[in-house]
């Protein structure tokens, strides 16, 4: 599903600048629940948005379900992005004067899919993730696992081939983190590819692989043997 040959990274400030990604070499196969660990500041963010096709590489490859993501124009780049990937951020990203449903309907509007298709299908996800309740609540009425679990339903909606998630509890609390991830093993086990960025052991490990990096190189590499269910 991805394929990353020697990829380097580096941000430019001034004179100056800062290599941030120094050779690395990285597959997924569909199905896995990859953690990425590390400190901050070692790179995890800029390898996600490069994954997640928000950033550009600076050397080296990456292939995307087949597809050399280096020669895309923006616009291609942009379409490749709304189709075949989903992305869950820390700050869930909701917009706030828009219910739960409508956040949900947003990207498929992007998409170009029918008002009737589109909120039938925000409810199945709002369904299936317990907040029917919740559908046209505010997000500022929401406790941070139900908007998380908004921003999961909203990065679903299109059937990305790909979830990317950064920090995704970093704005919860433990118990709430656990029910989070507990969803985003559910979503695995049905077969959805994951990423998922974080700096905690206590997620990394209800993940199926766990990758560290240490500025900016892959230091440890190995599948989770014992994925902690919940
Ligand atoms: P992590 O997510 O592991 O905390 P990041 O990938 O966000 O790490 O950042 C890695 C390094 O790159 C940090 O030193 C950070 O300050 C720097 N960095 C990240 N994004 C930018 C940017 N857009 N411009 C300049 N430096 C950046
Ligand atoms: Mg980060």
Redesign the pocket.
Known sequence: MIKIKDLHKS?R?GTSS?H?LKGINFEVEEGELVAIM??????????L?IIGMLDLLDKGSYELDGVPIKDLDETKAANYRNKFLGFVFQSFNLINYKTALENVTLPLYYQGVKRKEREALAWKYLDDFGLKEWATHLPSELSGGQKQRVAIARAMVTKPKVLLA?ELTGALDSKTSEEVMALIQEINQAGKTILI?T?EEDIANMCTRIVR?KDGIIMEDKKNKMVKAI
């Open positions: 941000y400030m800062l941030v590390g400190s901050s500041g070692s790179g995890k963010s800029t390898l948005n950064d960025v700096h990096l």
